[in-house]
């Protein structure tokens, strides 16, 4: 059973910097795409970037400019740079991947900006 890993979490002040990585463990044959998510208090869970097994990525537009997502796929690890965070940014953010054509989510790790 595939399992992801997430981590590098934590509190950060309004403009600081955070990266988050995801790594997949288990048998893996291959995983098309991995992504992050991230659902705030009281608000819907909602993509942040995903990144296709080309390298073809995807941004929504709250973050595009600020985050980047970066993949290493020969340790199955996706990564998500973030920078100029913004309070509105604080969530619980998840990873998710389609590993062995199967979707697996991740325990989320929590990012805080502080204003």
């Known amino acids: 059973q595939v399992q992801l890993a997430e981590s590098g979490g934590g509190l950060v002040q309004a403009g600081g910097s955070l990266r988050l990585s995801c790594a997949a463990s288990g048998v893996i044959f291959r995983i098309n795409i991995m992504g992050w998510y991230r659902q705030a208090p009281g608000k819907r869970r909602e993509l942040v970037a995903s990144i296709s097994n080309d390298g073809t990525t995807n941004y929504s537009d709250s973050v595009k400019g600020r985050f980047t997502i970066l993949r290493d796929n020969p340790k199955n690890t996706v990564y998500l740079q973030m920078n100029s965070l913004k309070p509105e940014d604080t969530a619980v953010y998840y990873c998710?991947?389609?590993?062995?054509?199967?979707?697996?989510w991740g325990q989320g790790t929590l990012v805080t900006v502080s204003s």
């Open positions: 998710k991947a389609d590993p062995n054509w199967r979707e697996v």
